[in-house]
């Protein structure tokens, strides 16, 4: 299939902008519980609509007394935390431009963004924030505010404001238009300088309102339950922002986690209590590891894999006959995975706050194993597929006929179509207007009304997609032949004791790979041994462990072809990261940056 497209939801016409919705909901239900705010002794507490609304007003009418005015472009540099959805919609009330900056971007990227954007102001969260932008302020004559949010800038803000009456901020609110621009994003930057993308409000409020529809049983709980999301991913990045205003406009309480690793993440999980999660994959294989380590400590490996392959066998009945292709999990199978629920699957829901019953993962390819089994234990994960230039989703798996290991079908009024090349392009109301003062490179990828993605993908025979590759990360060996690494990588990846994967072998004779072990499951790996713990150095020289990743090594192979397959890999002993530009703030891999840091590793395996 070339095309496929689902049509548009009956919706009443947009109108006006992103923070009526704020002012809306506190005249309709005024108590209504919005967001939980997390206090300094790590309590979670309750934020009526009506606090909130006075909160966006006051901190408005501070940025109209500092001189932000519509049209003006403030930059938020923060991790995700209230005060980040706090400037989103106050910036958006007085009819501003949100310009979102990654907390751990080098102070040149700062320049960069800050310099194209022609940012007026900006918010910084803490002290090495600010130094940040103090690098290069003589380089941003635009940049005229700068606030600190551990230095008390929301109560500067809202004390500048006291005399600004509340009518001057609706006059600003009330000239929003769908069509007048929300946010400028910038892309990661894989590869080159980062662009930004031109977001209106009509992209958010279609993208946000469409999904809020379309997955109701997501974002609407039971007649008495509360429907509530832990939000964790960075609100730099256009995923988190898109479930930020689908929170808001969809009346679900929203809290925020400012760290994404697990040992911080899990107990918040726990103590919020969310109905529903989005995260990256990375999340459900640390949730799923934590899980099967805690087995193994407890001797009881064996039920917990016979568990995982009840749930899988249970869920993927389930799929089969959703597509007409069976008839559902057999009466044995039903008594197996009601024995494994209260010992295994349940213990599951709880390291996610016990509430946890669906999840939406983005960002990167999940391991389709990985999602039958958290469908069988009780979590169903709709898998889903963007861009920033997308803002979020274009295409999502819906909620009564999930493909595991696919990104679903176009989102309802989009369109997916597969170029001859094999290019993904969307066409869709979501689709942002353009690379700010780029011209020739949006049209580099907007082609009447669609964007060309530069993903590779398939449409299978009802519509789903699957994403192969990227044509920039195509590798051509010597002898011709042309290999996509990201299904390679992810299937190394699969192996507890991987960490991170990247396939070289671009204008080499074969195809290879470095590898970065998990070192909180190689510690619990080699304590089953009665091992102590190995030191960085001895990670790429240990014979056991070198056994383990060629076992992740061969398991990816038996995909390929053997023109195709990794011949031969590197342990390495230390992870690729963001500090050391490695990474993307959404965790993706810089490959030149990997490759030339590790170039003497590179040339080692072709000798």
């Not at 519980?33 to 408005?60: C, I, N, P, Y």
């Not at 109905?275 to 640390?286: C, G, Q, R």
């Not at 179509?417 to 689709?431: F, N, P, R, T, Y």
Request: glycine content about 8%; overall charge neutral.
């Amino acid at each position: 299939m070339r095309e496929f497209t689902v049509p548009p939801l009956p919706a009443a016409p947009h109108v006006g902008g992103l923070a009526d919705a704020v002012f809306d909901h506190a005249v309709d239900d005024p108590r209504r519980v919005a967001l939980g705010r997390k206090d300094e002794r790590g309590q979670w507490w309750d934020m009526t609509s009506a606090a909130f609304r006075d909160e966006v007003l006051a901190l408005a009418k501070g940025l109209l007394a500092h001189g932000v005015r519509f049209g003006d472009r403030v930059a938020i540099m923060s991790r995700t935390r209230y005060e980040w959805t706090l400037f989103d919609f106050a910036l958006w009330a007085v009819g501003a431009q949100s310009v979102p900056v990654y907390p751990t971007s080098s102070a040149e990227q700062v320049y960069w963004m800050l310099y194209d954007a022609e940012v007026s102001a900006c918010m910084v969260e803490h002290e090495d924030h600010a130094m940040t932008i103090g690098s290069v302020i003589d380089r941003l004559p635009r940049l005229k505010r700068l606030w600190q949010l551990d230095a008390d800038a929301v109560d500067e803000l809202f004390a500048a404001g006291a005399g600004i009456d509340d009518e001057v901020v609706h006059r600003h609110r009330r000239a929003v238009t769908p069509d007048s621009v929300a946010t400028v994003i910038y892309t990661s930057g894989t590869t080159g300088r980062p662009k930004g993308c031109v977001i209106t409000h009509a992209c958010f409020m279609f993208e946000a309102d469409t999904v809020l529809n379309r997955w109701e049983p997501v974002f609407r709980s039971k007649a008495g339950e509360e429907t509530s999301t832990l939000l964790f991913l960075p609100l730099a990045h256009v995923f988190g922002r898109m479930i930020e205003i689908a929170a808001i406009r969809g009346r679900v309480k929203l809290g925020h986690q400012p760290v994404l690793q697990a040992s911080a993440l899990l107990p918040d999980l726990v103590a919020f209590r969310p109905s529903f999660i989005l995260a990256v994959p990375y999340i459900f294989e640390k949730v799923y590891q934590a899980a099967r380590r805690k087995a193994e400590r407890d001797g009881k490996a064996g039920p917990f894999d016979k568990a995982v392959e009840v749930a899988v066998r249970y869920a993927e009945a389930l799929e089969h006959r959703a597509f007409g292709l069976g008839p559902g999990p057999s009466a044995t199978l039903r008594v197996q995975h009601q024995f494994f629920e209260k010992a295994v699957y349940s213990k599951v829901r709880d390291a996610m706050g016990g509430r946890v019953r669906h999840a939406m993962s983005g960002g990167s390819a999940m391991d389709r194993r990985l999602g039958l089994f958290f469908a069988g234990a009780g979590v169903t994960v709709y898998e889903g597929y963007g861009l920033t230039e997308s803002c979020a989703a274009a295409t999502a798996n819906p909620p009564e006929r999930t493909r595991y290991g696919t990104v679903g079908q176009p989102i309802p009024g989009t369109s997916v179509h597969i170029a001859a090349d094999g290019e993904v392009w969307l066409s869709g109301g979501q689709i942002f207007s353009g690379y700010l003062n780029d011209p020739k490179a949006t049209d580099a990828v907007l082609h009447d009304g669609w964007l060309a993605t530069g993903d590779l993908g398939a449409l299978d025979e009802d519509g789903y997609l699957t994403i192969t590759g990227r044509k920039k990360e195509i590798l051509v060996t010597s002898g011709g032949k042309s290999v996509s690494p990201g299904a390679l990588e992810d299937r190394v990846r699969a192996h507890p004791l991987v960490s991170q994967c990247i396939v070289v072998g671009n204008d080499r004779p074969y195809i290879a790979a470095l590898v970065t072990v998990d070192r909180e499951a190689v510690d619990h790996w080699l304590s089953l041994q009665g091992r102590p713990p190995l030191k960085p150095t001895d990670l790429v020289r240990d014979k056991d462990l070198e056994m383990e990743v060629r076992r992740a090594v061969v398991a990816a192979n038996t995909a390929v072809s053997q023109a195709e397959s990794i011949r031969t890999f590197r342990i390495l002993a230390h992870p690729f990261s963001e500090e050391l530009g490695l990474l993307t703030p959404s965790l993706k891999l810089k490959r030149k940056a990997i490759e030339a840091a590790y170039a003497i590793e590179v040339d080692a395996l072709y000798r």
